[in-house]
């Protein structure tokens, strides 16, 4: 069923962090796409259609909050795991609302990892009427 989710859109607009994740995740056989702020990561959410969005907060222009807000009046129920260098309780907890999981950089592949699979995992759960 996972397999169903190997189409992973970073969003950052950290070219390093883009860079690690997008070599880690490709080692992993995930299909990945970047963008590296949120004006980006709306085309190419569009475009691109990925399964799984790992979404940075802070980027110059449109940020992840307004990502996640243009998501949700469109309708569009990606999984999406939050990763940012943002560890205010408050910004944690309106991402476990408004996001699937939230990740707090840095972050190991390993993390994102374990992330996936269990929005992944939870996301056929609920295709599949479990719960």
């Given at each position: 069923?996972?397999?169903d989710y190997k189409r992973i859109l970073i969003v950052d607009d950290e070219k390093d962090t883009v860079s690690f994740l997008e070599r880690g995740l490709?080692?992993?056989g995930f299909e990945?796409?970047?963008a590296f702020d949120g004006i980006e990561a709306k085309n190419k959410i569009v475009h691109d259609e990925p399964k799984v969005i790992l979404l940075d907060l802070?980027?110059?222009g449109l940020d992840g909050w307004g990502v996640l807000k243009w998501m949700k009046e469109?309708?569009?129920?990606?999984p999406t795991i939050i990763v940012s260098a943002r560890d205010e309780m408050e910004d944690m907890k309106r991402g476990i609302l408004e996001a699937d999981t939230y990740l707090v950089k840095p972050v190991s592949v390993s993390?994102?990892?374990k992330g996936i699979n269990v929005i992944c995992s939870l996301q056929t759960d609920?295709?599949?009427g479990k719960s």
């Amino acid at each position: 069923m996972l397999e169903d989710y190997k189409r992973i859109l970073i969003v950052d607009d950290e070219k390093d962090t883009v860079s690690f994740l997008e070599r880690g995740l490709s080692r992993e056989g995930f299909e990945v796409i970047v963008a590296f702020d949120g004006i980006e990561a709306k085309n190419k959410i569009v475009h691109d259609e990925p399964k799984v969005i790992l979404l940075d907060l802070v980027m110059p222009g449109l940020d992840g909050w307004g990502v996640l807000k243009w998501m949700k009046e469109r309708k569009l129920n990606i999984p999406t795991i939050i990763v940012s260098a943002r560890d205010e309780m408050e910004d944690m907890k309106r991402g476990i609302l408004e996001a699937d999981t939230y990740l707090v950089k840095p972050v190991s592949v390993s993390d994102v990892l374990k992330g996936i699979n269990v929005i992944c995992s939870l996301q056929t759960d609920n295709k599949e009427g479990k719960s």
